[in-house]
């Protein structure tokens, strides 16, 4: 009450006398004036704590989605329907496995990335309109999206008629079986003869490389069972595989490495596979290698030319590894090469 008599005084002393003088007789015919006017302050203060406490409580018992949209990207290529999928992510000190880590965490400091970083693994699937085309199939198991985004993107394991296969690392055959069983049971894989040799056919115990055997078992327990059922078929590189789709060489990293050209009226992609693993910094410095490379020197040189021949043709290219959904252009710059990605786009059409 103190500070209500101490406000209605403050207002008595502001008043004009003549209103003072209106307002004294009015206090003194009507005593319920005060009380009206306390009752207003008082409903007014209570609406106010009404207020703020409904909203503190409604922010506090919304939760956080964190949840990520579905992991797809559509697009035309000429008459050809391309889809993008990821297979999600995995954080990894990346500049301890390449050949100048100095450089890459000067790179990063440069564009404020932090350490570990997110490699993104990225799967894509051709409709050419008679056929379903997979270029491989990621890492699988547990950890593996592809099925999952696969179905949300409106596609069935079943409806893929061939799976053209990069390399037979197991973040890239790993989702072409599980348990024995084919993932993709229409499906053909295609994979270079060499690649197929190299990885499938050479006894475990004759590997240079320990890391190459255990790779070896993982191919074999993926690529298998295909070879078992008589759906895996091996070319030479360079051949067409069908109507606007072709196999370039681009050895290296693995030794029967392939890249697949895919063309359409007047636009083309070209599939690079493990060309390139940190898109950050060999992309400007396209000499630096990975540990992963078989053949550290002759993934260099196929880098350079391979990323040479897209930006004098303007391929699109589409990159298991760079961010999602891994497709963007290549112009040279000097000894490196600037990467723009393609805009995103919200109807399914070809990219500009």
């Known amino acids: ?59 506090q018992t919304v939760p956080m989605a964190q949840t990520q949209a579905d992991g797809f990207y559509r697009m035309m290529v000429g008459q050809f329907e391309l889809t993008a999928f990821s297979d999600g992510t995995n954080p990894k000190d990346i500049a301890a496995i390449m050949s100048d880590p100095a450089k890459v965490r000067s790179e990063f400091e440069k564009i404020h990335l932090a350490m570990p970083y997110q490699s993104s693994y990225n799967v894509y699937l051709i409709h050419t309109g008679k056929e379903l085309v997979m270029i491989d199939t990621g890492r699988g198991g547990l950890n593996g999206q592809l099925l999952k985004n696969l179905a949300k993107s409106g596609y069935k394991p079943e409806q893929v008629d061939a799976i053209l296969i990069t390399h037979m690392h197991g973040d890239h055959v790993g989702g072409l079986s599980l348990n024995g069983n084919r993932q993709f049971p229409n499906a053909v894989v295609y994979a270079s003869k060499q690649e197929a040799d190299f990885w499938l056919n050479i006894n475990l115990g004759a590997y240079e490389n320990p890391h190459w055997a255990g790779n070896a078992k993982r191919a074999r327990a993926n690529v298998n069972p295909y070879v078992q059922a008589g759906k895996f078929k091996t070319f030479d590189d360079p051949t067409k595989l069908f109507e606007g789709i072709q196999t370039l060489p681009t050895y290296g990293h693995t030794p029967g490495h392939s890249a697949f050209l895919v063309e359409s009226l ?77 805009q995103y786009q919200h109807q399914v059409k070809a990219s500009d």
């Open 1 to 59: 009450m103190k500070w209500l008599t101490r406000s209605l005084y403050m207002e008595s002393m502001i008043m004009p006398r003549s209103a003072q003088t209106h307002a004294i007789t009015q206090t003194s015919d009507k005593p319920s004036a005060i009380m009206n006017h306390l009752m207003t302050w008082l409903m007014g203060l209570s609406l106010l704590m009404v207020l703020s406490i409904s909203t503190a409580v409604h922010a």
């Open 266 to 342: 007047n636009r083309s992609v070209l599939f690079i596979g493990d060309t390139i693993h940190c898109a950050e910094v060999q992309f400007t410095h396209p000499t630096i290698t990975i540990q992963y490379d078989v053949k550290p020197d002759h993934a260099r040189d196929t880098r350079l030319a391979l990323f040479k021949m897209a930006s004098e043709k303007g391929h699109i290219i589409a990159g298991p590894h760079i961010s999602f959904p891994g497709l963007g252009h290549l112009s040279q710059t000097g000894v490196g090469f600037r990467w723009v990605p393609v």
